[in-house]
Nanobody, 128 residues
Framework: QVQLVESGGGLVQAGGSLRLSCAAS????????MGWFRQAPGKEQEFVAG????????YYADPVKGRFTISRDDAKNTVYLQMNSLKPEDTAVYYC?????????????????????WGQGTLVTVSS
């Protein structure tokens, strides 16, 4: 099972960009579907984006379509989330998740223990 560590969060003004990274340990990273989730203060966790093993198929939540891009580099055991045109409502703790047994679209409806592995999260704050 992989271990996940997120980085790249921070404070950014509305309209700005950030790139989050999620580094995975373990030799089987390429076999995992990877996803990004977020949880804003006082709100439930929500799916943001997912990418299948092989990287050919991606899936996005409606609020981030056209603004966020998920990608992966299996040689570096890393998945990225490029976030552009950030809005204050994007403020949240962003979590990386991995699972060997689901597609990116299926991952969008799963939470918590339903997925194999989670990172510890990285905070993104978008100021207005």
């Amino acid at each position: 099972q992989v271990q996940l560590v997120e980085s790249g969060g921070g404070l950014v003004q509305a309209g700005g960009s950030l790139r989050l990274s999620c580094a995975a340990s373990g030799s089987t990273f390429s076999e995992y579907t990877m996803g990004w989730f977020r949880q804003a203060p006082g709100k439930e966790q929500e799916f943001v984006a997912g990418i299948n093993w092989g990287g050919r198929t991606t899936y996005y939540a409606d609020p981030v379509k056209g603004r966020f891009t998920i990608s992966r580099d299996d040689a570096k055991n890393t998945v990225y989330l490029q976030m552009n045109s950030l809005k204050p409502e994007d403020t949240a703790v962003y979590y990386c998740a991995a699972d060997k047994h689901v597609t990116a679209s299926a991952m969008s409806v799963l939470r918590g223990n339903a997925l194999d592995t989670w990172g510890q999260g990285t905070l993104v704050t978008v100021s207005s």
